[in-house]
């Protein structure tokens, strides 16, 4: 079945430092997902990519999709302490219906 | 506007005790639903969706079943649960194929002890 591999599982930055999370499917995507989930709380759709390339912009969030569509990556300019939390990835294949998620990488922001 | 439901939002159950975690949509009609179960505040796995009544795809083959008696309501059950059933379970719709997002309900914590 698809799986979505998601790295690092953490990362521990400074604020102000930048920090990146990398998702890649073991089969060509459709659209890939991107969730954020505050600590105790339930994950919170951040954005869609669809086209071969694509990149968007969300003020110091960019996200990526890959040329061939196995691969996505979202990049936090500036940490700040509101970014703590936990990012997913989340990948449409062969199925409509359903969503495969990443492990996430959970984001920690030193003060 | 559309809000999901769960309840309880904790819970602590003996082994071997039976479960029923429930999930109701409002302000939409015919979502897709879905179960999911995040082990020690991590990954997200899907356990069961539902594309309308009465239909239920098992993702994972386990302890656990769902059912939805109706359009808005999906329900996760267990006769006997195992310390493995211990998570943080997910609700979550989609309002139809047109859409981008899933929503998510606020969530269950389930310990079994």
């Known amino acids: 079945g698809q799986q979505v591999m998601q790295i690092p599982q953490y990362q521990h930055v400074q604020e102000g430092e930048d920090f990146t999370t990398y998702c890649n499917s073991s089969t060509t995507l459709s659209n890939i997902q991107w969730y954020k989930q505050r600590p105790g709380g339930h994950p919170v759709f951040l954005i869609q990519?669809?086209?071969?390339?694509e990149v968007k912009k969300q003020k110091r969030l960019t996200f990526q999709f890959g040329e061939a569509k196995k691969n996505s990556s979202l990049h936090i300019t500036a940490t700040q302490t509101t970014d703590v939390g936990t990012y997913f990835c989340a990948g449409r294949g062969g199925s409509n219906y359903k969503l495969t998620f990443g492990k996430g990488t959970l984001l920690t922001v030193n003060p | 506007s559309q809000t999901i439901h769960q309840w309880p939002a904790t819970l602590v159950q003996p082994v071997g005790s039976p479960l029923s975690l429930e999930c109701t949509v409002e302000g939409t009609s015919n979502p897709n639903l879905y179960w999911y179960r995040q082990a020690a505040g991590r990954g997200l796995q899907l356990l069961f969706y539902?594309?309308?009544?009465?239909?239920i795809s098992s993702e994972v083959p386990q302890n656990l079943s769902a059912s939805r008696p109706q359009d808005r309501q999906f329900i996760l059950s267990s006769k006997k649960l195992l310390l493995s059933d211990s998570g943080f379970y997910l609700c979550?719709?989609?309002?139809?194929?047109?859409?981008?997002?899933?929503?998510f309900g606020p969530g269950t914590r389930l310990t079994v002890l």
């Open positions: 990519l669809v086209k071969s390339g």
């Open positions: 539902s594309v309308g009544i009465g239909q």
């Open positions: 979550a719709w989609f309002p139809d194929l047109g859409y981008n997002e899933q929503f």
